[in-house]
C-alpha cells in the first residue's frame, strides 16, 4: 500500500509540475496514508437519516445576496491579464495525458 501511496504522489507531483525529493515524496505518501484512513473511518459510519448539509455552523441556510447585473471585463480586457494569448484565447500548458 505504502508503495501505491508513493506512485500516487508522484504522479500527482508531476501532473501538478512539482519537484519533489525522496524525503517529501515520503512525508507526503504518509499524510496521504493518514487522510485515507480518516476518509475509511468517515466512510465506515451509519449515516442514514442523516441531512445534508451545506455549512456545518449553520442551522439554515446562509443569506445570499441578491443577484445584480454588473458589466464584464470583456474578452479583450481578460485576455490581456493572461501571461500568454492567442488572439481573445488564453494559452494554457497541456496537463493532461
Do not use: F, K, W, Y
Not at 1 to 23: F, I, K, P, T, W
Not at 50 to 60: N, Q, R
Amino acid at each position: 500500500m505504502a508503495q501505491d501511496l508513493a506512485a500516487q504522489v508522484r504522479r500527482v507531483a508531476a501532473l501538478s509540475n512539482l519537484a519533489l525529493s525522496e524525503g517529501e515524496l515520503g512525508a507526503l505518501a504518509g499524510e496521504l496514508s493518514v487522510i485515507l484512513a480518516h476518509v475509511a473511518e468517515l466512510h465506515a459510519l451509519d449515516l442514514a437519516g442523516v441531512p445534508p448539509m451545506t455549512h456545518a455552523a449553520l442551522d439554515e441556510a446562509p443569506p445570499l445576496r441578491e443577484d445584480s447585473v454588473c458589466p464584464s471585463l470583456g474578452a479583450e480586457r481578460a485576455a490581456a491579464l493572461a501571461p500568454e494569448r492567442e488572439g481573445t484565447q488564453v494559452v494554457v500548458p497541456r496537463v493532461i495525458e
